[in-house]
């Protein structure tokens, strides 16, 4: 089965940096791939995701960028602000042709502290 | 976007008795729902995928005996956690995709804190 693995754990930031977190799958079947922000005790939000035909995508401050020969992708955070701090998980899935949904496999999380 | 709910959103019970949490579509239908469980500190770990009017597929190590899904119409499914133990306590997430919708986006219900003491 699939199997993400999600780097750092941990992230701490100065206010106006840069955040960057990686992830690495092992499935080539894989397609998609959703990245979350989830905040203390709530659900996951989805903040960005990518399919596999699809190089880099950006959405304001956001964006994610995947490489599929290597089977690694990437979320890049600008001019991070201190409510950008939360745990960040990216996941994989493959969607097939049935528009039920798949399977989502989450990496291990980034915990992101972004300080003022 | 679509809305998934949860309830109840906290629920303590004690060793021994069994917990039913329901998820629900409100504003969709979902053939295909999917129930997580996430420890403190954890990521969220693929339990079961539930399948309307059929039975549930189950994740590698998780005991379908245990842990008991009904998906009985398109916008109700529900886990039963029978026999509780401590080790149960986790925080419980269902999902499911709007299949109207022209994004793969996944929905998550509010989760479900469960406590057996």
């Known amino acids: 089965g699939e199997n993400v693995e999600q780097h750092p754990s941990t992230l701490s930031v100065q206010e106006g940096d840069s955040a960057v977190i990686k992830c690495t799958y092992s499935?080539?079947?894989?397609?998609?791939f959703p990245w979350y922000k989830q905040e203390l005790g709530k659900r996951p939000q989805l903040i960005i995701d990518?399919?596999?035909?699809?190089g880099e995508k950006k959405d304001q401050r956001i964006a994610v960028t995947l490489n599929k020969t290597a089977k690694h992708f990437s979320l890049h955070i600008t001019e991070t602000q201190p409510e950008d701090s939360a745990v960040y998980f990216c996941?994989?899935?493959?969607?097939?042709?049935?528009?039920?949904?798949?399977?989502?496999?989450f990496g291990e999380g980034t915990q992101l502290t972004v300080n003022p | 976007g679509a809305v998934v709910s949860q309830h109840p959103s906290r629920v303590i019970c004690k060793s021994g008795t069994s917990v039913k949490i329901e998820c629900r579509s409100l504003d969709f239908q979902a053939t295909t729902m999917f129930w997580y469980r996430q420890f403190p500190k954890q990521s969220l770990m693929l339990m079961a995928t539930?399948?309307?009017?059929?039975?549930?597929?189950?994740e590698q190590g998780v005991e379908k005996d245990k842990f008991l899904i009904n998906h009985a119409s398109l916008t109700l499914s529900t886990l039963t956690v029978t026999s509780a133990h401590p080790e149960d306590s986790s925080f419980y997430i269902c999902s499911a995709r709007d299949p109207r919708g022209w994004t793969y986006e996944q929905y998550f219900g509010p989760g479900t804190r469960l406590t057996v003491t």
């Open positions: 499935d080539s079947a894989s397609n998609y």
């Open positions: 539930s399948n309307e009017g059929s039975k549930a597929t189950y």
């Open positions: 990518i399919r596999s035909n699809v």
């Open positions: 996941a994989a899935s493959t969607l097939r042709a049935e528009t039920s949904g798949s399977r989502l496999t």
